[in-house]
């Protein structure tokens, strides 16, 4: 069996770096394709009813490498190939999406991936890592192809759409679209600065068609103040910056692998029961002058007023909130309860060094992180059920 893996070089302009992107789906595109899934690959151009495929996927017909897999999509069961990267599972992403309400489009010449429903367009390429929801962009694992499939994290899909995964046995998982707040949420207009060798650029989100416009408006507002004032203190730190720099020739030869610039990452943590929480996660990169910054920023609005919820409001107006929320942290840290790697010693919810925003009944508090750990894109953070600060839950 001849593999051949591949090593492709993208830049991308908005970070001004180098990322090395292993193809993993050159790993598997010199690979022949199985007969479940050519069988599979019909199936989907026959296009059989959303939600159920053409095909048994007995063991036998399962390729080297992938596992049958069930899910179960807002209650249709769907049978599908995953594959396991590095703890992420990858699933085949037609099937998935079409049972999802997407409708799915491939440019073969360019790998683009373009996917439609109301209130969401979902865009990607074969072998880069960055997923564009409405304009806004994060990372994940790239989507590469297996045979006559296409394969992506399913846990990014399912983020992306607004959908909560619960997994049921070891090959069997269980996903759920939220009930979301009637508002659509996109990528403002670009904020950029051009002078070189800091240009960067930028976005915000923008909520639109929310019944309480003056809300809506509110939170807008809120919103692009914020992003307005990054921008105008990343071009003002990075300048300072740069004037300093020992040595400017060098640092524009190689800005690629020195990066000035400035760079926003939103997610929509929660968009429930008239709540709508998000979080950015803001890199400034300092051309080698000092270390690069890693910082998150938070808000949770109450979508009948605009106005962002305070922790004491999100937490029951309870009046030791605090005290609970960090004997809680403190105690999942000492029985090594975490996901991440927890900081020396947690500082206490109100402190500047911590922030927090709502998810599904719970609390989610994080650390900003040193330095050292912006390498590692790493930011700690722990649930804390809202039931426990309340008492209710020992």
């Known amino acids: ?6 090593t492709k070089t993208i830049i991308i302009k908005n970070r001004r770096t180098i990322f090395l992107a292993a193809a993993i789906m050159s790993l598997s595109t010199n690979l022949p394709a199985s007969a479940a899934e050519t069988a ?24 080297y490498g992938l596992e049958a897999t069930t899910l179960s999509v807002d209650g249709k069961k769907l049978d599908v190939l995953a594959y396991h990267a590095d703890n992420t599972l990858m699933v085949q992403l037609v099937p998935v999406a079409k049972a999802m309400g997407y409708t799915v489009d491939y440019n073969a010449k360019t790998g683009d991936l373009t996917l439609k429903k109301p209130r969401r367009v979902i865009k990607m390429a074969l072998n880069y890592s960055e997923y564009n929801l409405n304009g806004m962009t994060s990372s994940a694992k790239t989507p590469f192809i297996r045979g006559n499939s296409t394969y992506l994290p399913l846990r990014q899909l399912a983020d992306l759409s607004g959908y909560t995964i619960v997994q049921q046995d070891r090959a069997e998982y269980k996903l759920t679209a939220r009930p979301e707040n009637d508002v659509t949420i996109s990528a403002s207009e670009e904020l950029s600065v051009a002078t070189e060798p800091y240009s960067f650029s930028f976005h915000y989100p923008v909520l639109s068609g929310y019944a309480n416009k003056e ?5 807008n507002q809120f919103l692009k103040e914020t992003a307005e004032k990054w921008k105008t203190e990343a071009e003002q730190v990075l300048s300072e910056a740069w004037a300093v720099h020992p040595n400017k020739d060098r ?20 968009n429930q029961e008239g709540l709508l ?3 950015a996660d803001t ?17 949770t609005f109450d979508l009948n007023t605009g106005q962002p919820l305070t922790l ?34 947690f500082p206490g919810i109100e402190t500047a060094g911590t922030g927090w925003y709502v998810q599904d009944g719970k ?31 020992q």
């Open 215 to 219: 809300a809506m408006d509110n939170i």
């Open 40 to 63: 599979y690959a019909a199936g989907q151009a026959s296009s059989p009813a959303v939600g159920v495929t053409s095909i048994s996927l007995a063991s036998s017909a399962v390729p």
């Open 283 to 299: 890199y400034q990169y300092m051309g080698g002058t000092e270390p690069d910054r890693l910082l998150r920023h938070s808000w």
């Open 1 to 6: 069996m001849h593999t051949n893996i591949m």
């Open 277 to 279: 929480s998000l979080y």
């Open 363 to 393: 609390i989610i508090v994080y650390v900003q992180p040193e330095p050292v750990a912006f390498l590692k894109n790493e930011i700690f953070e722990i649930s804390v059920p809202i039931s426990r600060i309340a008492g209710a839950e």
């Open 312 to 345: 004491l409001e999100a937490s029951g107006n309870l009046p030791d909130y605090a005290t609970k929320i960090n004997q809680y942290v403190n105690l999942k840290i000492a029985s090594g309860e975490v996901n991440s790697t927890p900081p020396a010693q």
């Open 251 to 270: 640092i524009i030869d190689y800005a690629h692998m020195y990066p000035y610039g400035f760079q926003a990452q939103w997610k929509v943590a929660y």
